[in-house]
């Protein structure tokens, strides 16, 4: 049994900085995708960053807007997803999540089938 959960969030100024964590646990050895998604209140959710685990080939993939801004990045023995924030604007005010796609090896939204309860970042 696979559960998420996410800590980090808090309220910061425009470009400061914030370190989400997600904590992992039930997942089993293998290939899968495990991403942070955000979705703010009238909005769409958002993939926000992704990236491939167990690929040696090292997919990591982030949506333009927060391009070399965010870093995701994966603690194997601890099985912690980690999404370094820095420069943040008020747009990336939003509820975000962490997720993983444990039915197919693939990093597309719609494949995430596994989500933590979220955290807020608000940056005002």
């Known amino acids: 049994h696979v559960q998420l959960v996410e800590s980090g969030g808090g309220l910061v100024h425009p470009g400061g900085s914030l370190r989400l964590s997600c904590a992992a646990s039930g997942f089993t050895l293998g290939r899968y995708c495990m991403a942070w998604f955000r979705q703010a209140p009238g909005k769409p959710r958002e993939q926000v960053a992704a990236?491939?685990?167990?690929?040696?080939?090292?997919?990591?993939s982030y949506h333009d807007s927060v391009k070399g801004r965010f870093t995701i990045s994966h603690d194997d023995a601890d099985y912690r997803l980690d999404l370094q924030m820095n420069s943040l604007e008020p747009a990336d005010t939003a509820m975000y999540y962490c997720a993983a796609a444990t039915s197919v090896i693939a990093c597309n939204s719609q494949f995430f089938n596994v989500w933590g309860q979220g955290t807020q970042v608000t940056v005002s």
């Open positions: 990236m491939m685990i167990g690929d040696r080939f090292g997919y990591i």
